[in-house]
């Protein structure tokens, strides 16, 4: 998974910020109909992608596969992406990004630690729980450590303390919660956000210590 994760250091959500040079240039609202093109074009590929996971193995899946049920051209396709593991990136950015936005509220900005922990790993369950396909799909294409990647860079770049002694605490955290996570996953969702809110919360409040 080498390859995965270079490609997630590289490849990061896209926002909606326009640079100052297309703020004065003449043909920007040709520029800004062709992002949303290809913001179009990128979410029907994402999506199909996701469902065709769902049908057979990823490995089996083809561009052209890809395409057909995107509805795009290969042309389109590839003006957007030069691999499936680089849509699976795109997805995995996604969710990562719309997760830390969800937390921001409960998150303490200085150290990166729940504010509320309840309200944070119920928002969290919330928020997987809504994605739930696309999580089951990248677990299915073997893209899981892509996540957890992504969940400790999410998690250090919300927390001002770079401390070795911080930085080390989040990726414990950020394991921990990952595992948790996959568990979920595996059992198909099987407990509901409240069972596994309150689980959560037992262990957030339990010393390693005590049996």
Same mark, same amino acid.
Request: one cysteine or more; a positive charge.
């Given at each position: 998974?080498?390859?995965?994760?270079?490609?997630?250091?590289?490849?990061?959500?896209?926002?909606?910020?326009?640079?100052?040079?297309?703020?004065?240039?003449?043909?920007?609202?040709?520029?800004?109909?062709?992002?949303?093109?290809?913001?179009?074009?990128?979410?029907?590929?994402?999506?199909?992608?996701?469902?065709?996971?769902?049908?057979?193995?990823?490995?089996?899946?083809?561009?052209?596969?890809?395409?057909?049920?995107?509805?795009?051209?290969?042309?389109?396709?590839?003006?957007?992406?030069?691999?499936?593991?680089?849509?699976?990136? *795109?997805?995995? !950015?996604?969710?990562?990004?719309? $997760?830390?936005? %969800?937390?921001?509220?409960?998150? #303490?900005? /200085?150290?990166?630690?729940?504010?509320?922990?309840?309200?944070?790993?119920?928002?969290?369950?919330?928020?997987?729980?809504?994605?739930?396909?696309?999580?089951?799909?990248?677990?299915?294409?073997?893209?899981?450590?892509?996540?957890?990647?992504?969940?400790?860079?999410?998690?250090?770049?919300?927390?001002? *303390?770079?401390? !070795?002694?911080?930085?080390?605490? $989040?990726?414990? %955290?950020?394991?921990?919660?990952? #595992?948790? /996570?996959?568990?979920?996953?595996?059992?198909?969702?099987?407990?509901?956000?409240?069972?596994?809110?309150?689980?959560?919360?037992?262990?957030?409040?339990?010393?390693?210590?005590?049996?």
């Amino acid at each position: 998974m080498k390859n995965n994760k270079t490609h997630t250091r590289m490849y990061k959500r896209r926002g909606n910020v326009i640079p100052n040079h297309e703020l004065y240039s003449p043909n920007t609202s040709q520029h800004q109909s062709n992002k949303e093109t290809n913001r179009l074009t990128r979410e029907a590929i994402c999506t199909a992608l996701v469902f065709l996971i769902q049908e057979q193995p990823f490995n089996k899946i083809t561009i052209t596969d890809i395409v057909k049920r995107a509805g795009v051209s290969r042309t389109a396709y590839y003006n957007n992406y030069s691999s499936k593991q680089e849509i699976l990136v *795109d997805l995995v !950015d996604s969710l990562i990004f719309e $997760i830390n936005q %969800k937390l921001l509220p409960y998150t #303490n900005e /200085l150290t990166g630690k729940a504010k509320e922990p309840q309200k944070f790993i119920k928002v969290l369950f919330e928020v997987i729980y809504q994605q739930r396909n696309i999580y089951k799909a990248l677990q299915s294409a073997k893209f899981d450590d892509v996540i957890l990647d992504c969940l400790n860079e999410m998690m250090l770049s919300t927390a001002h *303390d770079k401390s !070795d002694e911080n930085v080390y605490r $989040i990726y414990f %955290k950020a394991g921990a919660l990952y #595992n948790v /996570l996959l568990k979920w996953i595996q059992s198909d969702f099987a407990k509901s956000i409240d069972e596994m809110t309150k689980i959560c919360l037992e262990v957030y409040h339990t010393p390693m210590s005590q049996e």
